[in-house]
């Protein structure tokens, strides 16, 4: 099998500089080779791996039947975080059995429930702000995702266990952004328990630590068996799959990771580039404070998630700085054909949301921040995927949207911010999500 633009640099070489800028990477080798190429980076004895932007291709992918896929080995480097029973490890009918029991919280009715607590939570975390404050957006926004998560996912209300629970994933999620710490979960060689003071036993040893205070709050929760309960948890207590069976605690605990790490640090992100992208562009910001505006201050979540400029700036932002660069990856376990191109057994596909959102022949100026794209035009879910697309989407993508939209109406109605510092910014990494560098310094110019 001729693998297409095979990259000729080590495997070691190419993971290293996947993880160190992987934007400047992936530009770099879709300058190079256009809308596919391979790559080895997934350690020393990596298999090929073959990234996609082009929308046919993208569609090809999306389309493999699923039998034809394992999930499982192309994914293993997050086993570790999320646990074996995390939905993203799942292959076929248990992934479909998850989907089915987890979709149901993060949509319709359920979305107007958490509207007014994310409201809230962003209130109560700025109220201190006045004439004068200065913080980093960086910094700010993991503390408002955080607390959206513990109250709205879990469900737990300010406390002890709050406050353990706050701190312990807090610090270990920290040290997850840092590149060596990261590095951890893409070479098992170095996944070695030599004790606590180790790398891998510090983590373990932290990993138990949050597992404990996960599963007595799991524990607690049925013996009470609050009916009344709407925090997403409660929901998934309660679900019940096609056989009338329930999720076992350890499928709940995997779960509840799982959605901690793919929608904490992620949409602090997306929220640190829109403050970024918006200050810097005083056309859209001013617009978008008109549309705001003109709902007269109202507090109704749904009224601020309908509003178009709105929605076009998040969508455009989420192109820019998608919530995860690719989709999930899929291992072949028997042969297809992409574009035209045969591949074997065991090659990767890696639809790239990054590169596909950057194609000149969707969106001219690709670089450029220009939400008009979004109120002119509407693009196919094989040219626009910030959340991934096919039956891997992700599950929280309408309810990452509609915190995104809160968060930052909340903030822009109740602050006039500007940034203390107008240099460029560059995307950096940290853990896995890009972020800007230099944190987003800002500053409360006036109370609205």
Request: charged share 20%; proline share 6%.
């Amino acid at each position: 099998m001729n693998l297409p633009n095979e990259l000729s640099t080590p495997a070691l070489l190419q993971t290293l500089q996947l993880i160190a800028q992987p934007t400047k990477f992936l530009d770099n080798c879709a300058a190079k080779y256009g809308d596919m190429f391979t790559l080895r980076v997934l350690g020393l004895k990596s298999p090929p791996i073959v990234f996609f932007s082009h929308p046919q291709a993208i569609n090809d992918c999306f389309s493999i039947p699923a039998k034809l896929l394992d999930f499982q080995k192309a994914t293993h480097v997050f086993k570790p975080l999320f646990g074996e029973n995390s939905i993203v490890l799942q292959n076929e009918r248990s992934h479909n059995r998850q989907r089915q029991l987890l979709m149901p919280p993060f949509h319709g009715h359920n979305l107007k429930i958490y509207g007014k607590l994310i409201l809230k939570i962003t209130e109560d975390t700025t109220k201190d702000w006045a004439f004068g404050t200065k913080f980093s957006m960086q910094k700010v926004m993991p503390n408002i995702t955080l607390e959206i998560i513990l109250q709205v996912v879990f469900g737990i209300s300010p406390g002890v266990r709050y406050q353990q629970l706050k701190t312990q994933l807090s610090s270990l999620l920290e040290d997850i952004t840092k590149p060596w710490y990261s590095s951890l979960f893409f070479f098992p060689s170095l996944q070695k328990n030599l004790g606590v003071k180790s790398p891998w036993g510090n983590f373990i040893q932290r990993r138990k630590q949050i597992d404990k205070l996960i599963y007595t709050e799991i524990h607690e929760r049925r013996w009470q068996n609050d009916e009344t309960r709407t925090d997403i948890l409660s929901l998934l207590m309660s679900a019940r799959d096609e056989n009338g069976e329930e999720m076992t605690n350890a499928e709940l605990r995997d779960q509840l990771v799982s959605l901690l790490l793919l929608g904490y640090e992620t949409t602090a992100a997306v929220l640190t580039w829109a403050f970024y992208l918006i200050h810097t562009h005083p056309n859209i910001q001013h617009r978008l404070i008109q549309e705001l505006k003109s709902l007269n201050n109202t507090t109704n979540p749904e009224e601020i998630t309908r509003l178009p400029y709105l929605n076009a700036v998040c969508q455009e932002i989420l192109r820019i700085h998608p919530i995860a660069l690719i989709c999930t990856p899929r291992m072949l376990k028997d042969r297809v054909e992409i574009m035209g191109n045969k591949f074997s057994i065991g090659t990767v596909l890696v639809p790239c949301i990054y590169l596909a959102h950057r194609r000149d022949a969707t969106y001219p100026e690709p670089q450029k921040f220009q939400p008009e794209r979004f109120v002119q035009q509407k693009y196919s879910t094989y040219e626009y995927l910030p959340f991934g697309g096919g039956y891997r989407g992700c599950i929280g993508a309408a309810f990452s949207m509609y915190e995104m939209k809160l968060v930052l109406a909340s903030l822009l109605t109740r602050f006039q911010l500007t940034l203390n510092n107008q240099r460029p910014v560059k995307p950096v990494r940290r853990g896995i999500t890009i972020v800007p560098s230099g944190g987003v310094p800002m500053m409360v110019n006036n109370i609205r």
